[in-house]
């Protein structure tokens, strides 16, 4: 570790001039700075996810679930922090942001990488999603990686098999009845049962966030279309029973 450099700042230490430098609103309107600060601060926090989900995925690929365990209560606390966010949008009102809202031009929120590369890092592997990042663009790049490599899914299920569980074909069906075992004699596989709860904590934050994202669009577009073409709160609607570890939630029936 190296020494903190003489004379160094609060300011430099963050590079506050570059950081708060990076707000830049294209109207006059009093309301354009929330937007941008609100959307800026959700990509740090997704940038911080990503950290942390790198750190999750290695540890409990190693099997080392207790380690893991922090990194994965930290995605979930972000997740919150995020949801609650929407309720500082939320005073936005429909007649503030029509004001500006031309100034978005065809941007949108669903070109976000980082949110897909999340996705992609839990385990819902869509490659559509590629198609709307340039070949040789650095998104594309780290989607593609996040596609390949290995989930936190992938390194849950790898988990359960080196237990000794029959995952069968991994379909969803099949990894139910896996962790349902694990569930049943939760004192025997603890390890495992507290890694399911987990990943259903992480889930549960997702959906948390995709639930309040829509009733923020709709409270303030209602159903116009986004600004990026997409079917703006109707998209979002069908994206509410998305799940990454949706074999984590089926179980509950048969337990």
Known sequence: MTATPAGMTYADYLKLDQLLSAQQPLSDLHDEMLFIVI???KELWMKEMLHELDLAIGLVGDGRFAEAYKAMARIS?????????????????????????????ASSGFQSAQFREIEYRLGLKDPAYLAHYAEGTGERA????????????????????????????????????????????????????????????????????????VLTVERIIGRKRGTGGSEGASYLRSTLDKRAFPELWALRTDL
Do not use: C
């Open 39 to 41: 959307h800026q601060t």
């Open 142 to 213: 780290r989607l593609q990686a996040a596609l390949d490599q290995p989930s936190l899914r992938d390194v849950a299920i790898a988990a359960l098999e080196r237990a000794g569980f029959d995952v069968g074909d991994r379909s969803v069906p099949a990894l139910a009845a896996a962790w349902l075992e694990v569930y049943r004699d939760a004192n025997r596989w603890f390890e495992l049962y507290e890694l399911a709860e987990k990943l259903v904590d992480i889930d549960d934050a997702l959906a948390s966030w995709r639930h309040k994202h």
């Open 77 to 105: 606390r972000i997740q919150a922090v995020m949801t609650l966010s929407w309720d500082v949008l939320s005073t936005l009102t429909p007649v503030d942001y029509l004001k500006f809202r031309y100034v978005l031009g």
